[in-house]
C-alpha cells in the first residue's frame, strides 16, 4: 500500500534520470545504482548508523532500494528504477529514508510539487483520500497534466554549465536552500547524459491546477477545512493534522493547489474524529458521545435519589456516619445497582443476535474452507470473547443461544451438532476468560442432551 508523500527530498543524484527542480546535484559515484541487491548491501548491516533495503515490484518488473550514504550517515540515498522509464537517483535524510520509501512502494516512479505523483503514464494528485474498506488511498488523476521533460527546459532557456557545479556528498548543506539558476545546473547534468533521450527525462509536471492564480495560502486551506487560521498555523508548525506538504512557496509563503486543499478537507470530514463529532451530546456541557452522556445523566438521578431521597440513607451525610464502613456500604450498593443493571447498558438480546449471525458465518467460512461433511468448527477470537462475556454476565440468555446457534448450524449450515459444540468448547477455552472446567459444566447443561463434545 503506498503512503502519503511527506518528505522533502536533499538532493539529486548525478545518474538520475529524472531531475527533481530546484535541488542540486551530488556526486553518486560512491554508490552502485545498477542493482538493488548492491544498494541495500552499502547499508544493511555495516555498522551503527547504516541500513539498507530492497524490493522487487512485481507488478511492472520495477525494484527499489535505499541505503545509508557511507560517507555521511545522515543522509540516504533511495534509487527507484522502471525498465521503460529509467531511474530516479534521490538524496533524502537518513531520518526520512524509511518513510519516504514506503512512498516509492508500487506505481509512484516520481513524486513532484509537493506529492502529485507519476506512474509512468498518469499524473496523479498527493494521496489523502483513504479508503476504509479497501484498505487504500484513492487515486485522482490531474485533468490534463502534460509532462516536462528537461529537452523542453533546456529548449526554452539557455543555460550555462560552467556556472554550475555537481557537489561531492561531504559538502551537501541539507538545511541551505538552492541558489543560482537551476537550469545552469540541469545544463550541466545533461552534458553526462550518455544512456537515456532528454526527452526521456521527466522533471516535473504541468497543470492548470498547479498554475499561480489556482493556489490558495494558509488562510484559505483554514477556510476550506472550517477551522481558524490561528489553528491551522498551530497545526503546520507542530507538523499535526497530516497537513499535506505545499505545492509552491512564493515569497517565503507556502502555498497548495486548491485541489489539494479540498482533499485535505474533504480527509478531515471522513475522519474518525470527525465521525464522532456527529454523536456528540449537543445539550450538555460536555463533549461526550451521547450514549455516555446519557448513561451519565441516568446514573447520576439513580444515584441522587438512592442517596438522597431514602430518610435512612440521607442521614448518613451526618458527621458521625462518616466511616469507611458506612462509605463502603454506599459504595457496594452503588456498585450492585450498577452491576444488576447489565441490560439496561448493553442490549443483551440484540448482542445475543449478533453472535448467532457471526457464529453462522464462521461456521459456513469453516465449511468451505475444510470442504469435508465433517468438518471442524473455528471461531475467531473476537466472537468466542462475546459468547464468553455473553455466558459470564447473562447466563440464562446465553443458555438459550447455545441451543439456537447449534440448531440453525445444523439447518441452514449442514453442520454435526458434535462439530459445532466442540468448536464451541476450544474457542472458549482458548479465549475466553474463565477455566475449563467451568465451560464444560455451563456447555453439559445448555447443549441438548446427548451432545458430545
Known sequence: MTAPYRYKAVANGIRTDHPTPDLPFVDDSHIPIEDPVAVEAVGRGAGDGMWGRED???????????????????????????????????????????????????????????????????????LQIFDRASEEYLRRPVPAASITTAADLLAAGRGEPDDAAVLPISKVDVDAGFTGRWIDHLSL?????????????????????????????????????????????????RGEADIPPPQATIGGRAMWSRPVAEEWAESRRH????????MVDREGDSDLPRGVAELWTRWTEIFRSMLW???????????????????????????????????RIVPVDDLA?????????????????????????Y????????????IQHEPRRAYHLVSSMLGEAERSCGASRSAVARGLH???????????????????????AGTSF
Open 56 to 126: 522487487a515490484i512485481k507488478e511492472d518488473g520495477s525494484w527499489l532500494a535505499f541505503t545509508t550514504d557511507p560517507v555521511r550517515h545522515d543522509l540516504a540515498w533511495i534509487v527507484r528504477w522502471h525498465p521503460a522509464h529509467g531511474r530516479s537517483v534521490v538524496l533524502y535524510r537518513d531520518a526520512d529514508a524509511s518513510g519516504a520509501y514506503m512512498t516509492y512502494w508500487g506505481p509512484p516512479l516520481l513524486f513532484r510539487s509537493g506529492g502529485y505523483w507519476w506512474d509512468g503514464e498518469v499524473w496523479y494528485r498527493p
Open 309 to 343: 431521597d431514602h430518610p435512612d440513607r440521607r442521614k448518613r451525610w451526618a458527621l458521625r456516619w462518616r466511616t469507611e464502613a458506612a462509605v463502603q456500604d454506599i459504595a457496594k450498593t452503588l456498585g450492585w445497582t450498577v452491576a444488576a443493571s447489565v441490560d
Open 426 to 448: 476450544v474457542a472458549l477455552v482458548l479465549d475466553g476468560h474463565l477455566d475449563e472446567a467451568d465451560y464444560r459444566k455451563f456447555l453439559e447443561r445448555a447443549l441438548p
Open 353 to 377: 443476535v449478533t453472535i448467532q449471525l457471526a457464529f453462522l458465518r464462521e461456521v459456513d467460512e469453516s465449511r468451505r474452507m475444510d470442504g469435508s461433511e465433517q468438518h471442524s468448527v
Open 189 to 237: 547534468w545533461a552534458s553526462t547524459r550518455h544512456n537515456r533521450d532528454l526527452d526521456q527525462c521527466v522533471v516535473s509536471l504541468t497543470a492548470h491546477e498547479l498554475s499561480a492564480d489556482q493556489l490558495v495560502n494558509a488562510a484559505g486551506m483554514a477556510e476550506m477545512a472550517g477551522v481558524a487560521a490561528s489553528t491551522f498555523r498551530s497545526y503546520l508548525a
Open 379 to 390: 471461531l475467531t477470537p473476537h466472537v468466542a470473547r462475546m459468547l464468553d462475556w455473553l
Open 271 to 278: 475522519s474518525a474524529e470527525s465521525a464522532a463529532e456527529t
